[in-house]
């Protein structure tokens, strides 16, 4: 049997709820990462060879950042994105004048 491990794996480091309550995996994706991620760690970092022609497949798609028929290289690539850094969007732009100049000379109110 491929992907074997001797225990559930968990991240609370990054879940600290665990996997099946963090929001971002369905059931039966946290199952499959709970029931074989310590395997898939192993052989994502290389501690360990692939052992079956599926762990071969598995490591060879999330390489390649596209899995096509491996449902555990479909979970793991999906953890990394979740895990990874997160991409900040700001709607905010330079301050420049109306005239085109790069300074920016505040208007003065004269209400006062």
């Not at 665990?18 to 971002?24: H, I, Q, S």
């Not at 555990?72 to 004048?97: D, E, Q």
């Amino acid at each position: 049997m491929s992907f074997e491990s001797n225990k559930p794996f968990q991240d609370f480091a990054h879940f600290p709820r665990g996997l099946r309550r963090c929001g971002e995996f369905t059931v039966p994706e946290a199952a499959l990462l709970e029931e074989a991620g310590h395997a898939m760690l192993a052989l994502y970092s290389e501690q360990t060879a692939p052992k079956s022609s599926e762990e071969q497949r598995f490591l060879e798609q999330v390489k390649e950042g596209t899995a096509t028929d491996s449902k555990h290289a479909k979970v793991w690539l999906k953890y990394l994105k979740v895990i990874g850094p997160k991409r900040v969007h700001r709607l905010c732009s330079p301050m420049t004048s109306s005239n085109g100049d790069d300074d920016f000379e505040p208007v003065e109110d004269s209400s006062e």
